[in-house]
């Protein structure tokens, strides 16, 4: 949902002309990287000739998108409360918001720590009343919040963006300190409080906001400003050519401009990025970034024609750098590629992924890559073959047209197959310093198990595994690892066993037996030879 306000009501704010380019930048980015139109609303106008000409003509992003309406705040606050009902769990909803802010007497009494409200100023801003108290048709934070909270109790994850001014404790940020004294339009009496007339908004969302449910989605906010202080334009970016340059609010410009760089996996590292661009505006205020920072960007995910429902990535090639010798037509040469995602979201070593281009027809499969080194947030892909695409592809990259792929392009990378290890890694039970008989008994008749026979290998105490045995006594457990605990593998009764015939069993196959008879609820460990996946996902 992308909202974005140019021309204001005379005498009740300044134009603005960067706001349309914001709205332009994000809705492309977004979808360049694999939204759909369908999936964006765009709440905007575009600035007048005549506001242009008085402003010297500067750039306006040309762009095919049609705006679906004004950003009013009827619309706004439909769009907020349709994207609450609409959203299902593991949804990323990008909410951003360009146009002026300020900041009014808090509608709520002792819902702010400094006793205001902050505000978004839609396009059908309204004076203030006649206290100097409330702006007309003003979206106050708490509405803002609300819409937020209720998508999120889906399981909807929220990126927020306000490029606004005062925009600072837009989502109701009660730990922000009280602001310093600015100047604003509005005359805000101290402790002066007013009445909620307009709060049918929040009253609607209530029943979806309690906050501590389980499930609650992810949210990231990125605010322009401080509370306290007014965000900036300017012609940006600074490092582009000055013909290349748009009036643009920084937060949106250099965020957008480090969306689909390679090198950014997670919101802190796009808030470095975007602290870098704005530091070079001497009077811009640097924008704060809250919440799960440390979360992939996005969630790393990619929604495209082909994948529509399942899980796909960003891999960027890079663009070939050409010398005196090399020719258009030389083969596009690569050796491994790094991909956006990595064991948090799934991806391990081993894993088949296919590479595609996004086309008007549907994604094609250029290449396929196995990954070979996988951290938290990314992943190396080096050349395989997989399906009928040889590995020796890698050594003549070429497009859909089947030209060599020479320039950057973004590929949509997809898991093909996750790898199979028919082997479990079970870890021995620590010796007790004193152990009983039962358990000598165990401990040695283990040493005599042949695990491959069980599809398994045993590993020391403490060491990476996917199922451990301990010791309760003379009780011997089968559990899964501390952290990873979601069955009941059932326990032998080790003394039991040696009253009714002296020793543990010594037999493999007897030993997976008694865990398959276990209790009553046992859930079995998977027989030998079965091949099932000990692939864990993110």
């Not at 095919?64 to 769990?89: M, P, V």
């Not at 590995?391 to 070429?398: F, G, H, L, S, T």
Request: proline content about 7%.
């Amino acid at each position: 949902m992308i909202v974005a306000v140019a021309g204001y009501r005379e005498g009740i704010a300044s134009p603005l002309l960067g706001t349309y380019n914001d709205a332009v930048l994000i809705a492309e980015t977004l979808m360049r990287s694999g939204a759909k139109r369908d999936d964006i609303i765009l709440l905007a106008d575009k600035p007048s000739p005549e506001l242009l000409a008085s402003k010297g003509n500067p750039r306006l992003r040309a762009t095919s998108l049609k705006i679906d309406a004004l950003a009013t705040r009827e619309n706004i606050l439909g769009a907020l409360k349709r994207a609450a009902i609409d959203t299902q769990a593991g949804d990323e909803v990008l909410l951003s918001f360009s146009g002026h802010g300020v900041q009014q007497v808090e509608a709520v009494a002792g819902s702010e720590p400094d006793g205001r409200d902050e505000v978004f100023l839609p396009y059908d801003t309204g004076a203030p009343d006649a206290n100097y108290t409330k702006v007309e048709n003003a979206i106050l934070d708490d509405e803002i919040g609300a819409a937020i909270d209720a998508i999120r109790s889906k399981g909807g994850n929220v990126t927020f963006i306000a490029d606004f001014c005062h925009s600072g404790d837009s989502q109701r940020d009660a730990n922000a300190p009280p602001p310093e004294p600015i100047e604003a339009k509005l005359k805000l009496p101290p402790r002066k409080f007013v009445a909620v007339s307009d709060a049918g908004f929040v009253r609607d969302l209530a029943g979806e906001t309690k906050k501590g449910g389980a499930g609650w989605g992810a949210y990231v906010g990125m605010m322009a400003a401080p509370s306290a202080v007014q965000a900036r334009q300017a012609m940006a970016p600074a490092f582009a050519d000055p013909a290349e340059q748009a009036p643009h609010g920084l937060l949106t410009v250099y965020a957008m401009a480090n969306w689909n760089n390679p090198r950014v996996y997670s919101y802190r590292d796009l808030a470095n990025r975007v602290t870098a661009g704005t530091d070079k505006h001497p009077k811009a205020p640097r924008p704060e970034f809250d919440g799960d920072i440390d979360r992939p960007l996005m969630g790393g995910l990619v929604k495209s024609g082909a994948t529509a429902g399942a899980g796909s990535w960003a891999v960027y090639k890079p663009a070939r750098v050409f010398t005196a010798d090399t020719k258009s037509t030389d083969p596009v040469k690569l050796e491994r590629l790094e991909m956006s995602a990595g064991q948090l979201q799934g991806v391990i070593e081993g894993a088949i992924v296919g590479l595609a281009l996004a086309a008007p027809t549907g994604d094609k499969v250029i290449l396929y890559g196995r990954v070979e080194r996988a951290d938290a947030y990314k992943a190396i892909l080096v050349p395989t073959a997989f399906g009928d695409i040889p590995a020796e592809a890698w050594n003549d990259v070429r497009d859909i047209d089947g030209k060599p792929l020479s320039r950057e392009v973004r590929l949509i990378a997809t898991i093909e197959q996750q790898p199979v290890q028919l082997d479990y890694r079970i870890a021995l039970p620590a010796a007790p310093a004193s152990p009983s008989a039962a358990q000598a008994a165990a401990l040695a008749a283990l040493k005599e198990i042949k695990p491959a026979d069980v599809g398994a290998t045993f590993v020391q105490p403490g060491e990476a595994a996917d199922l451990v045995l301990t010791f309760n006594g003379d009780r011997l457990a089968l559990t899964q690892p501390p952290g990873q605990v979601t069955a009941d593998f059932g326990a032998i009764d080790l003394a039991a066993e040696l009253a009714k015939g002296g020793s543990t069993p010594d037999d493999p196959r007897a030993l997976r037996d008694r865990w398959r008879a276990g209790q009553g609820n046992a859930v079995q460990p998977p027989a030998a030879g079965t091949g099932e996946s000990r692939a864990r996902d993110g």
